[in-house]
């Protein structure tokens, strides 16, 4: 992401604006960008100066794409109401709405459109720009004076807020920035691989079927499993058509061999289309690697959700699946560590229920399931 400027609260019930890369027709003098930056890098790289976001973790990536780092972020609302209520969502809109009793906030459509009609935000009115931007830091503060009472005040939810949430945005935008080397050249032969396999399967089907026909219509599904080949509908669709979906092709794959070879080809397609063919779009031209968002404040569990892209559900089930984790390496030099808890829900168990033989075990390291 680029700058086009910056929002500040000092105040609650005020908020400024800076304008910096605005480009349209007519549009008015802004403040110098590198200027500006250098006027503000004192003030964002000092720790000493606490600071608080909402997401706070993005608004950093974006000052690290200018060689600024910024520290002293020491609140950041959108964890506040993660560790206070993490069944809850989080975004600014449910937040204000949920402890400040406002609504109506300006959205980003509001200001840039959606869909096709939607513009980049360097062409957005100043105007425009400076009640959406200067509300949303004007926003923030207000919600932080109103959650942070809740959650500092209470020892546990201090305890988990101050010494493993706010740490661990830190660490995550680390790890975003620093990416995940992907052999490309690797994914590309394995994408190949499964072209030719989908191929094969696609052949086999036909055989098996008596005919050519679409394996990704279900329309033409329909038609080769129930009316050529006479197989039992199972279930129905909500518009009344019989299902093909992946539970109704395992429950007929006990009656005939297409369905399995249909189950493999969608497997196969899947992988194909998620991760070999995919993953090398998405690596960054400058960094020659892929940098997913971490998202820390999802998850009811506490758990990270990786998107942009997912790398947390790439299948292990399967040899395929494995095959593409190969792709996932180190630099020279270095090596990938994969750690785990071990038998965690179990251990939970065991302390909260006190049971005797549960404890045994795990304080004499013996397996459990054994």
């Known amino acids: 992401a680029e700058l086009v400027g910056i929002s500040f609260a000092v105040t609650p019930g005020e908020g400024c604006y800076i304008p910096l890369t605005h480009r349209y027709a007519g549009v008015p003098p802004q403040l110098p960008l590198a200027a500006t930056l250098d006027k503000l890098r004192p003030w964002l790289e000092d720790a000493g100066k606490p600071k608080v976001g909402q997401n706070a973790k993005y608004d950093r990536h974006v000052f690290a794409n200018y060689g600024i780092t910024v520290r002293g972020v020491t609140q950041d609302t959108l964890l506040e109401s993660y560790v206070l209520q993490s069944h809850q969502r989080h975004d600014m809109d449910a937040l204000a709405t949920r402890f400040l009793g406002a609504s109506g906030l300006i959205q980003y459509v509001d200001v840039a459109g959606k869909?096709?009609?939607?513009?980049?935000?360097?062409?957005?009115?100043?105007?425009?720009?400076?009640a959406y931007s200067a509300e949303d830091a004007d926003v923030t503060l207000q919600l932080h004076a109103a959650i942070s009472p809740r959650v500092l005040g209470d020892e546990k939810l201090r305890r988990i807020y101050s010494d493993i949430e706010i740490p661990v945005a830190s660490v995550l935008l680390a790890m975003e920035r620093n990416g995940v080397l992907i052999d490309m050249q690797q994914l590309q032969r394995q994408g190949h691989e499964l072209g030719q396999k989908m191929m094969d399967?696609?052949?086999?089907?036909?055989?098996?079927a008596g005919g050519p026909f679409n394996l990704g219509s279900p329309k033409q599904l329909c038609e080769v499993l129930f009316d050529r080949l006479k197989l039992k509908s199972i279930k129905k669709t909500p518009s009344g058509a019989p299902s093909v979906d992946e539970e109704v092709l395992e429950k007929l794959a006990e009656d005939h061999p297409i369905c399995a070879k249909l189950l493999e080809h969608r497997?196969?397609?899947?992988?194909?289309?998620?991760?070999t063919d995919k993953l090398p779009?998405?690596?960054?031209?400058?960094?020659?690697?892929?940098?997913?968002?971490?998202?820390?404040?999802?998850?009811?569990?506490?758990?990270?959700?990786s998107t942009d892209p997912n790398l947390q559900n790439i299948p292990v089930r399967t040899a395929e699946g494995r095959r593409i984790r190969e792709a996932f390496v180190a630099p020279p030099g270095a090596k990938i560590v994969s750690?785990?808890?071990?038998?965690?829900?179990?251990?939970?168990?065991?302390?909260?229920?006190?049971?005797?033989?549960?404890?045994?075990?795990?304080?004499?390291?013996e397996d459990v399931h054994r």
Not at 115 to 130: C, H, K, L, N, W
Not at 201 to 208: F, P, S
Not at 281 to 305: C, D, E, F, W
């Open 115 to 130: 869909g096709a009609s939607q513009i980049p935000f360097d062409q957005v009115d100043i105007e425009r720009a400076t």
């Open 201 to 208: 399967l696609e052949r086999e089907a036909h055989e098996l």
């Open 267 to 275: 497997s196969i397609a899947k992988l194909k289309g998620t991760y």
């Open 281 to 305: 779009r998405m690596i960054h031209p400058k960094t020659g690697r892929v940098h997913t968002n971490y998202a820390q404040a999802v998850a009811v569990t506490g758990r990270l959700s």
């Open 339 to 365: 750690a785990d808890y071990s038998q965690i829900e179990l251990r939970i168990m065991a302390h909260l229920s006190g049971d005797q033989g549960l404890l045994d075990a795990f304080t004499k390291g």
